[in-house]
């Protein structure tokens, strides 16, 4: 029944490891967004995909590369971990622009 | 590039009073979409409500209301009755009507609400 589901919901990992986190939406949403929450608890988004149609934050290293198997997944790799990566990852899906969006519960990404 | 604010790190309010979120936001667009979300310690990110900006109702979801002021860009949430339940991080968001970039949300850095027993 869940409507944005991340997995794993934690994930513990080296430096210099490459790591994907997996995003599935049952909504039938057309867009799909990837955001980070950082330990000050202040979110930014990353990346939006609609219609294989990608939209990078020009913040975002290119170490982070999003990809969606189809419209229902966007899954969220990352080479070469580093120490600055650790924080709260979520994945968010949405119909339409004025009814917000719908949120997974967030993947807490921890490098070492 | 649009910019929310919100001032209050922290509130504190008694259970069953009334407490005022602020949010004020910097855009030039004149038509937009606002937010308010809930983050619980479970860090769920929850919808409290939302306005569309052409729209000059203030909207309200049972306790919860917004004072939309768009001249001065505020938007302001007010929850009534506290409840423990309520006790959680709540962010401002904007939304671009008309898309643009990442086409996401810009939140602001959120205040922590504590509900006093």
């Known amino acids: 029944d869940t409507a944005v589901s991340q997995t794993p919901k934690y994930l513990v990992t080296q430096m210099g490891n490459d790591k994907s986190i997996k995003c599935e939406q049952n909504?039938?949403?057309?867009?799909m967004y990837w955001y980070k929450q950082d330990s000050k608890k202040f979110l930014k988004i990353m990346f939006s995909y609609n219609n294989k149609e990608l939209i990078i934050n020009e913040t975002v290293p290119n170490r982070f590369s999003p990809k969606s198997p189809d419209k229902a997944h966007l899954n969220l790799h990352i080479n070469s971990l580093e120490l600055g990566d650790s924080a709260v990852y979520f994945c968010?899906?949405?119909?339409?622009?004025?009814?917000?969006?719908?949120f997974g519960s967030g993947t807490r990404l921890t490098v070492v | 590039a649009q910019t929310v604010t919100q001032s209050q790190p922290e509130m504190s309010v008694q259970e069953a009073e009334t407490v005022t979120l602020s949010c004020t936001y910097d855009?030039?667009?004149?038509?937009?979409?606002l937010f308010w979300y809930k983050q619980p310690p479970s860090r769920q990110m929850i919808l409290v409500i939302r306005q569309e900006a052409y729209k000059q109702q203030n909207a309200t979801e049972n306790r919860f209301s917004v004072n939309f002021q768009k001249a001065a860009k505020s938007f302001s949430l007010k929850i009534s009755d506290s409840q423990l339940g309520d006790a959680a991080m709540y962010f401002c968001a904007y939304r671009s009507r008309s898309g643009g970039g990442a086409d996401g949300l810009t939140f602001g850095k959120g205040t922590h609400l504590i509900i006093q027993p």
């Open positions: 968010a899906s949405s119909r339409e622009r004025g009814l917000g969006y719908t």
């Open positions: 909504l039938g949403h057309d867009t």
């Open positions: 855009t030039s667009e004149s038509d937009y979409y």
